[in-house]
């Protein structure tokens, strides 16, 4: 992001957005370079939250064809059969998302994001992937850390009524208001890999259980040679089978890991609207912090399940 300052048009469009949170921040987010894969809903949610605030540019990838389940989530796909024929998911959220804010360059990459050499990412500022493989989380995580410049990655995952966020921004450097003014502050954050690797006995006894939970689904679907998701009740015997196998392995009370959470999150594995537009939302409000580097930043997962209502962070290091 360079020093160029706000245009006359993008300072009367945003104006009441610079009255919140400063110009400098408005302007970092209009000089900004977003990267999404896997136009889910939760995703679908997270883009308009970033295309109205106002973010440089949003570049999509998902070569997938439209499915019932997509319809059922994504309020970025027409309803229109006709207007969805021979388009990609990208390519058909990119016509909607460009309506919602034409002063945002919102553009398509085909092809498996896996493959793409770390300069491929390097061309931007925040990385948000969503319905990856396990493998594919820490490979592009990976991919980001190498660059010479920070990138800020997120994965995002939500199953029936429950979602997670995990964040990686590396060395943080942010901005923290106080009563008496402003201190600036400094955090660091571990890997993908590196926060799932903590040993789940060393870890204090109120984390979440969709912490664990999730794990045993992401396990469970690299075992099998799944794709995310591709999952059903049916499966609900073996993820039990594994549950027991990793507590075990893991010194873990099993207790920790309710067989009805698995269950379902099995049974279940769609995603449900509402839980979307939450998690979509408080996506979107990280990557504008982390953009504009004010406010404290999420570290580094954040949890909700509506069925009590409760969001929770977990700081998860080793």
């Not at 989530?73 to 959220?93: H, Q, W, Y």
């Not at 390097?122 to 991919?143: G, H, P, Y």
């Not at 060393?202 to 912490?211: A, C, Q, T």
């Not at 073996?238 to 999150?265: F, G, M, W, Y």
Request: net charge negative; aromatic share 8%.
């Amino acid at each position: 992001m360079n020093g160029e300052e706000l245009t006359e048009q993008e300072t009367a469009l945003y104006d009441r957005q610079i009255r919140v949170w400063g110009a400098d921040a408005q302007r970092r987010l209009s000089k900004s370079h977003i990267l999404v894969y896997g136009m889910k809903g939760t995703i679908a949610e997270f883009c308009k939250n970033i295309v109205l605030a106002g973010v440089g540019s949003l570049t999509l990838v998902d070569d997938r064809d439209v499915s019932e389940e997509a319809l059922s989530a994504n309020f970025l796909i027409p309803p229109d059969e006709s207007v969805c024929r021979g388009k990609t998911l990208a390519e058909l959220c990119c016509d909607s998302l460009r309506e919602f804010n034409p002063m945002v360059r919102v553009s398509v990459e085909k092809g498996d994001l896996a493959s793409l050499g770390a300069e491929f990412f390097d061309k931007f500022d925040v990385v948000v992937i969503s319905c990856c493989s396990l493998a594919t989380k820490k490979l592009i995580n990976e991919k980001c850390r190498k660059l010479s410049k920070r990138v800020s990655f997120y994965t995002v995952d939500c199953r029936d009524c429950c979602g997670e966020i995990f964040v990686d921004l590396q060395k943080y450097n942010y901005a923290k208001k106080k009563t008496d003014g402003t201190t600036e502050c400094e955090l660091q954050y571990p890997s993908f890999q590196e926060a799932i690797s903590v040993p789940w006995k060393s870890l204090p006894s109120k984390v979440s259980k969709l912490y664990f939970a999730m794990r045993v689904i992401e396990r469970f679907e690299e075992a099998e040679g799944r794709k995310p998701r591709e999952i059903c009740i049916d499966d609900l015997p073996a993820v039990l089978k594994l549950k027991k196998e990793l507590c075990e392995e893991q010194s873990l009370n099993e207790s920790h890991i309710p067989d009805t959470l698995l269950e379902r999150l099995v049974a279940g594995a769609k995603e449900f609207p509402p839980v979307c537009a939450i998690i979509g939302g408080m996506l979107g409000q990280e990557v504008i912090k982390a953009i504009s580097s004010k406010g404290d930043p999420l570290k580094n997962f954040f949890f909700f399940d509506a069925t009590d209502g409760k969001g929770i962070i977990e700081d998860i290091k080793p």
